[in-house]
């Protein structure tokens, strides 16, 4: 059974910092998905990183997977408070479409 | 990118009554869609996986009979609750995948609250 774990599962960031969010999982899979979700609201994608060593980065946050130690980290650089929200990271199972990690809320203080 | 609408946004019934929810996929096509539901501060869990023209497929746990599926057309399933009960309170999210799964797209969610 694919399990995904993400750590940590709360952040308190100050505005400027930098930090990582890290993504577990137990079975091979070459491909894995991050999302924000903010309070109320639905999934928005982020990231698909398709491959080994795939990296991508979009303003602020940069993610990247090692398929080989099935991690991945989504990198926040210099924290702003627009990034507070909750992020998800998903792999595709077996015979389920994506599994969930338990997210990670993140919330950035002036 | 491809869009995936819910409607309603959000519901409120009496214990026992029936809720429906739709899910449209409005400008591609999707044989299947997954239908997730995320209680408060927890993750996404998916309920089960609708095929169009076939019978749904649910994930362990999930009760069939309480929660109805059927996926009329390729760009429309629709998630009945029958027998509502408070514990259904919940945030319902549809997804629908493109062909080769690469991507999911996901819908708006729909907030189903029973009194």
């Known amino acids: 059974e694919l399990k995904v774990e993400q750590n940590p599962l709360f952040l308190s960031m100050q505005e400027g910092k930098n930090y990582t969010i890290y993504c577990n999982y137990s079975t091979t899979s070459d491909r894995l998905y991050w999302y924000r979700q903010d309070p109320g609201k639905s999934l928005e994608s982020l990231f698909v990183?398709?491959?080994?060593?795939a990296v991508k980065q979009e303003g602020r946050l940069m993610a990247s997977l090692d398929t080989k130690a099935r991690l991945s980290t989504l990198h926040i650089t210099a924290a702003v408070h627009d990034l507070s929200a909750t992020y998800f990271c998903a792999v595709p199972g077996g015979n389920t479409p994506l599994v969930f990690g338990k997210g990670t809320r993140l919330s950035v203080i002036a | 990118g491809a869009v995936v609408s819910q409607h309603p946004s959000w519901v409120i019934c009496k214990s026992g009554t029936s809720v429906k929810i739709e899910c449209r996929s409005l400008d591609f096509q999707a044989t299947t869609m997954f239908w997730y539901r995320q209680f408060p501060k927890q993750s996404l869990m998916l309920m089960a996986t609708s095929n169009e023209g076939s019978k749904a497929t649910y994930e362990q746990g999930v009760e069939k009979d309480k929660f109805l599926i059927n996926h009329a057309s390729l760009t429309l399933s629709t998630l009945t609750v029958t027998s509502a009960h408070p514990e259904d309170s919940s945030f319902y999210i549809c997804s629908a995948p493109t062909y080769d799964y690469y991507e999911q797209y996901f819908g708006p969610g729909t907030r189903l609250t029973v009194t």
């Open positions: 990183l398709l491959s080994n060593g």
